[in-house]
């Protein structure tokens, strides 16, 4: 397809995509980040965001996150004899998460992602320097957990980080479907949130060339779109997302 065949594509796409309507069409994290309009439950949104969209917001709406303003010991209580667990996290693990979240509100979250970001003006950079602050806060340990929070990288990343990406694009960009809650980093720097649906869809479309699952993947992506929107460039992500989950894709190329 023609680079300005599928600008025009896309940016239709977008029109019904980034919408109040579309978002609430279909089970989604970013409704019950929407209905609570804070950055670190978005995250606690956007972290648990694996796996079937239906269960997610099932688990996410059965969460009681007002527990973000208690002690330790009734997060624990609370999570524990409830026996809140969600695919990889157990009950602790759970609970132990929200007591990092609950620490994690104590710090400027924004101004710690802005100096990861202003270490070489790139946003994996940011995402970086968080997950090292996030680890600082809880000596818990355990597969779930790390699963949940991520890896810090040393000298590249490759994972495509797609959790915190997609977070950062709820945060970051302050039009349409998003929350705009962050005002010190630039929506032209964000990364593809990229999962399967969006890599499939921009393989087919010529988006991408790179057939592994990877952070080299979702750059490519996101430098591509960058040509269509240099200012804006994931704007694009919900299209894209929808294009894959609707299975509509063969009937574009």
């Known amino acids: 397809m023609k680079k300005d065949d599928l600008k025009k594509l896309l940016d239709e796409k977008l029109l019904k995509a980034n919408t109040d309507q579309n978002l609430f069409d279909q089970p989604d994290p970013l409704q019950v980040a929407k209905k609570q309009n804070d950055p670190l439950i978005a995250l606690v949104c956007a972290l648990f965001a694996y796996g079937n969209a239906k269960l997610i917001l099932k688990f996410l709406n059965s969460l009681d996150f007002g527990l973000l303003n208690e002690s330790d010991e009734e997060i624990r209580s609370n999570l524990i004899s409830q026996n809140k667990l969600y695919r990889f996290q157990n009950p602790k693990d759970v609970s132990e998460i929200f007591i990092t979240i ?10 710690i992602l802005v100096n990861g970001f202003n270490q070489n003006g790139q946003m994996i950079d940011a995402i ?30 490759k994972s ?5 990406n997609m977070w950062l694009r709820w945060m970051v960009r302050h039009s349409d479907i998003d929350l705009g809650l962050f005002s010190k980093l630039p929506r032209s720097e964000l990364i593809l949130p990229l999962d399967t649906h969006t890599h499939k869809v921009s393989l087919a479309l010529g988006l991408c060339e790179r057939k592994s699952y990877d952070f080299k993947a979702a750059w490519q992506i996101t430098a591509n779109l960058k040509e269509f929107d240099p200012n804006d460039p994931i704007k694009y ?9 609707s299975k509509e894709l063969a009937s574009l190329i």
């Open 237 to 245: 992500d919900f299209a894209l997302y929808r294009i894959g989950q």
């Open 128 to 157: 970086n320097s968080l997950i090292a602050q996030i680890y600082k806060l809880n000596l818990y340990k355990s597969d779930g957990f790390e699963f949940f929070f991520g890896r810090t990288f040393e000298a590249e990343p």
């Open 102 to 111: 609950k620490r994690l509100k104590e710090l400027d979250v924004e101004q």
């Open 160 to 164: 495509p980080y797609k959790r915190y």
